[in-house]
């Protein structure tokens, strides 16, 4: 497996059920490390230098978050905007070359409120564009995207399906 | 009885105990053992060494049984205690009763004379307290079912004591002996027999507007070996009041701890007689080990040993009954019913007493003290067959694991110190419901604190002893908030040592300090003069014009790199170059608080990975 970086941002985790269940199956994987933001930076000052060191380190990013108001929890937008550099760009030895990244969003709501013709008249995919356009711009290829619906009211065993799913996917073991 | 023979007796007494206790610990045994086989070794029939003196060191012994029950006492909270009065009762009389009734028909089909069987048997239907208190000490199982139940079982029994003792003479068809029942014979007749009731209510208003008030006078002038003084006076003045009124002193102590279980004073009064307790309790199991008369036993060894064996299973049988009965749990039940097959020390009290009112001949009163003696004895090898062969069986595994270990909830968290500092983080605690232990030396304080609903303790942290009893062994965070450095230090000291498993949070007044309580392993340290020092700096360069956001961003990073600098600077100082590094260090830190932190020199971290923290 390739060596994977997981950023976990979920502000409200304590009232979570649903990735209460799936970040278990992070639990004791080789080669991966996890790293829950909110539990890192509870101030939001994130160790820019310390961050942008390791990053380098690992060859698969997986973001994984609850949708909060259509959007990323804003501890992650505040890393990615601290640690992605505008200079990398341009840079000879850009520090994101030849990585890949999985997303996986729960969201509260039914999929057919996220559908063009759906209440909110719009995807969970398009929401997060400012997220898949950001890591393509630094080179990284986004290989996987999950969405899981109707979070809040998942049973145990349809999370633990949706778990060997993603992690047969993502080859995690 | 002169006092060098005294002494001389007591020596021997604590030499047998220190002999022998660690010798009995290597092989694992439960340390009654060692003070019981002490007492043998030192007794009549192997070195001869006790003199005359047995009784006062017996009666001096029985002390340390009262204060185990005041010990107890103090443990429980009388609201506690209230909700367990069904168990109390419940267990407890079903246990008197039965085994009562059992032990009577054997004895009665063995052809012995129907009152002596019943004496008997109502002295072996007691167990021993101190055996069994000590042995949940020791295992630390005073909080799981099987402490309750055991506990509920011996405590109906001290309170069973007293009925017994009227019951006697009325088996004996004489009018008890009202010897020393001094106080009584001045109450009008009526009133005689509400002895128990006047007792009890008069403990409880001595607890109420007595003890405390007398407490809090005593503490306010400073002086700790007052406060000893005064623990002791307690315990022993209640004791001797109980004996007064006719009521066991046993009793009479946990009522006494009960009523000072909710006030400031718990812990203090815990540590104090704490080693008394300890000390009195050792030279009571050796001079039960000293007693057993080898005589009577060699005499007639079948009669003893069989009734030995008739007692220990009728108990066993009912106790396992009684267990199920009530729904413990089959490992659990084991435990209370091994635990329990003793009989107790009141059995010693009780057979003197009816071989006074000639119930019993000299001869069976030597008999029955023997049976007694080696059911104590039997016990702690009950316990360890329990532990070695039944515990680990399959059918137990599952019990084990879901076994929850705390009916009675002990706070994780100590705070030591109440002052401006730890009273803010009290109740920043206290806003989220998370409880804490609260110790604090300034009597006036603790006594505002607990008016405004905190629970606070009187006591002085720093004496060895008290940490113990305001429950380190269990705590999981300790919170060292004095305002002197080196209380702070030596506390930490103390419980790193003999408590490894707390996490400890210790307030620091300086860089100073901090390196100290680094270079001693401490991990969290809050200096005073950092935090709010740099919220002022913030609000500072606010009003100078700067962004809010940028300043608190500053801000941080100055907190994050200044702990980084003196985790660096404790190493230095070990090396002693204090003068040197110090410089340095603010040279440092001048340079990196001249970097905006979005001037991304990665080259200057790459080697300072602990600034990156």
Redesign the interface.
Known sequence: MKKTLVIFAHPYFEYSTANLELIKMYDGVENLEFKDLYEEYPDFHIATFRERKRIRTFERLIFHFPLIWFGLPPLLKLWIDEVFDMKWISDEDHPLTNKDAAIIVTAGGKEEYYQKDGVYGTTIPELMKQLTLSLKVNNIEVKEFFALYNADDLKENELKEISQTIKTKLEIR | MNETSLAFTALIFLGAAIIMVPLVRKLGLSAVIGYILGGIIIGPFCLKLTGNDTDDIMHAGEFGVIMLLFLVGLEIEPRKFWTMRKRIIGMGLSQMVLTVVSLFLIFYVAKWRPDQALVAALCFALSSTAIVLQTLKEKNIFRTQAGEASFSILLFQDIAVIPILALLPIIAKKSADEENQILLQYLPDWLQPFSIILGVAALIFLGRYVFVPFLRYVSRSGMNELLAASSLFLVIGVSELMYAVGLSPALGAFLAGLMLANSEFRHELESQIEPFKGLLLAVFFVSVGSTINFFVIMQDPMFIFSTVIVVLLVKLLVLYGIGKFFKLKIDQNFLVAFALSQIGEFAFVLVNYSTQLYLLSPQLNAQLMAITAITMCVTPILLIINEKFIEPKKIFVKNMESESHEPIKKQRIIIVGFGFFGSTVGRLLRSTGTKATILDNDARRVNLLRSNGFKVYYGDATKPGMLRSAGAETADLLILCLDNFESNYSILEYAKKNFPQLKIFVRAKNRLEAYDFLNNGVDNIYRETLGTAVDMAVDVLKATGMRAYAAR?LG??FM?IDKAMVRKLAKEQLKDQVTFTLKDSLDQEAKLLAED?HS?D?SQ??DNEEY??
């Open positions: 961003r941080r990073r994050l932190s991304f990665e971290w790459n990156l923290n």
